[in-house]
């Protein structure tokens, strides 16, 4: 068996455990017959990238650790909560509607490498939302078929400045909710908060700053002259950010200790010239050099 295939099955055992009844082979999208237009495709299944959820336009690439998910320009004008949303949901209020449910997207990224934080939390004070840094790039064709990308941001304005967005987006991984009647789990951002732009202690992706959902005080817009028409296919490419290594400071007590262990393997052996001895010096250098690289 392919070691990529048979990775992503042991990924996905792992996710259907995690989530539980929450992702289904089976559980088909629903859709409307005034989605008509937006339902043609300009996008072939991504070449070498394994389905991740039967009938939805979601594929994971274990290769370079990313996921792949396609969907449609739902809104080119107004303003924004969301970025994208999964069909049928938010779509008033999102830039993108996306051909998955939240949750999958949610098991894509853990499965590829993505670590979830915790949403925006407002009680008892204010305090942003974690997790993995996401890179988000759009893939879509222009006319006569030309090939286009941008960053997320780019399609999102800042209403204050006029400028596109300057935050990336973060894994805050929603939650779930739990009929107490008949015991089934419910994931917060399948409703509609996939890729937030506004604080919503329900959503999968959000910004790592204070955002209000305040209807008054929105911060961001579609970036209107950025976005292709509405209805246009997009391929939507996220990537967790790998953390960036700890920085490390030469300890005293390591430097101690070093000494100590120096003065044993050096016992009973005649003191080198201070003049000539260059030890010290090149101890220096090699202590810096490996602080520089862990930087």
Not at 160 to 178: E, I, L, N, P, R
Not at 275 to 281: D, E, F, Q
Request: aromatic content about 8%; hydrophobic content about 35%; overall charge positive.
């Amino acid at each position: 068996m392919n070691y990529s295939v048979a990775l992503l099955q042991c990924s996905v055992t792992t996710v259907v455990l995690l989530f539980g009844a929450t992702v289904r082979a089976d559980d088909k999208p629903t859709v409307e017959p005034a989605e008509a237009p937006f339902a043609k495709q300009q996008f072939q299944p991504p070449v070498g990238l394994k389905r991740f959820i039967k009938d939805r336009d979601i594929w994971l690439d274990l290769k370079r650790k990313r996921v792949v998910i396609d969907g449609v320009v739902c809104l080119r004008e107004g303003q924004l909560e969301m970025f994208a949303c999964p069909r049928q949901t938010k779509e008033h209020e999102s830039v993108i509607a996306v051909n998955c449910k939240a949750r999958e997207a949610h098991a894509g990224l853990i499965v590829v490498g993505g670590k979830s934080g915790h949403p925006a939390r407002f009680e008892p004070e204010y305090s942003p939302a974690t997790g993995s840094t996401i890179d988000i790039v759009i893939l879509w064709h222009g006319k006569e078929g030309k090939k286009h990308s941008a960053k997320a941001q780019d399609w999102v304005r800042n209403v204050k400045t006029g400028k596109a967005m300057k935050y990336d987006w973060v894994f805050a991984g929603s939650g779930f909710w739990t009929d107490p009647e008949n015991g089934e789990r419910f994931y917060h951002a399948d409703a509609g908060d996939f890729i937030c732009v506004s604080n919503f202690p329900s959503a999968t992706l959000d910004l790592p700053v204070e955002s209000s959902q305040a209807n008054s005080s929105l911060l961001y817009e579609s970036f209107t002259k950025n976005i292709p028409a509405k209805g246009t296919p997009v391929r939507l490419v996220l990537t967790p950010r790998p953390p960036k290594p700890a920085k490390t400071k030469p300890s005293p007590d390591g430097a101690d200790k070093a000494g100590k262990d120096d003065k044993k393997k050096n016992a009973g052996k005649e003191e080198p010239d201070a003049k000539k001895s260059v030890a010290p010096k090149q101890e220096d250098k090699k202590t810096a050099g490996a602080t520089k690289q862990n930087e």
